[in-house]
């Protein structure tokens, strides 16, 4: 939806006899002009942070706004029996409202259930782009029509730059490049929840399985990362999650520790209820000296699991701090306020 603001960058020059079709021209383009500030402020405050449930009102406020547009634009009279950019108007403008009040209204929901998986994550992103399309799409036809009507009625369109179209211009490079990092980022971050949920349980089999796959896709993403360009000269988030994916490779080869020291306990739990069940007198020799000797086997494997663990939620808390610390200063300032 990036384009709602683009009938704001056409200006005009008339021929002598022009005047009332220009008025016409500018009764539509004043149509849009409402819609496109509402909109980038709608876009910027969920760039900058807020859910889009947080700023439902924005969207809601925006859906009204169409609303008033479409109501405007039934009762507009053809121009000298043309009605052609009446109709253009009226379908771009109901296609506008059905990407916001439907697709839009998918987005809201789709947050609700993103942090679950990186299915539903790239599913919401996706979700977002297809309603951008949609709203693009119609908006070129929508000009299309508008400058057929223009170069009809004798008048010159001079395209040019204005403010408002450039901040919709970067704010979706900024979220192009932001989203697909952060798929990288939110890929390898779901897969070591999966990994520590599994260690919690003590799940070998499931340690083994998203250590493996964590391991994959930090260094996937490691690849990836090699060959990304800075955005406007900013590589901060590059070399964050770089840090980021390289302490992911390291947690999953360590993980071993983790796995020895669950595998001894359990170990010792099934030797220590088999030299509980004898009595002091049937106990051996060799008996007491293998319980001594799991003892220590077990006391070691746990002083190195603490170790190894509190190290690893040291790193693990200081590079998402620094990590959401750099993608907010990132879109803070990058993405268009307004």
Known sequence: ??????????????NSYGQESLDYLNQVS????????????????VSHGKSARK????RIDLINTVKISKA???????????????????????????VLNEDYGKIVNLEEVAEQSYDAMEALFLTQELAEKKANEAFEKFSGSYKVFAKNNKINLVESTSTLSEKLLKSSQVDKYYHSLYLLFFKSFKQE????????????????????????????ALVVLDTTKAFMNDRSLIIVLKELMTFYVDE????????????????????SKAFNAK???????????????????LNAAMNDFNAVNNDFNKK????????????????DYHMPKY
């Open 72 to 98: 405007k634009a039934v009762n507009m009279h053809a121009f000298k029996g043309d009605l052609s950019l009446k109709d253009a108007l009226k379908s771009y403008l109901d296609i506008v409202y059905n």
């Open 30 to 45: 004043e149509l849009q002009n409402d819609i496109s500030k509402k909109y980038l402020s709608y876009i910027s405050a």
């Open 193 to 220: 929840d999966f990994m520590i949920e599994a260690q919690n349980r003590k799940n070998i089999s499931g340690i083994e399985q998203n250590k493996n796959a964590l391991e994959k896709y930090a260094k996937q």
């Open 55 to 58: 700023v439902e009102n924005k």
């Open 279 to 297: 009595s002091t007198k049937s106990r051996t020799q060799a008996d007491v000296d293998n319980y001594n000797k799991m003892v220590n086997e």
């Open 1 to 14: 939806m990036k384009k709602l603001v683009s009938l704001l960058i056409l200006f005009f020059s008339l």
């Open 252 to 271: 999953a080869s360590k993980s071993k520790v983790i796995t020895d020291y669950i595998l001894k306990e359990e170990n010792f739990a099934k030797m």
């Open 316 to 331: 693990r808390s200081s590079l998402t701090e620094k990590w959401n610390k750099t993608t907010s200063k990132f879109l």
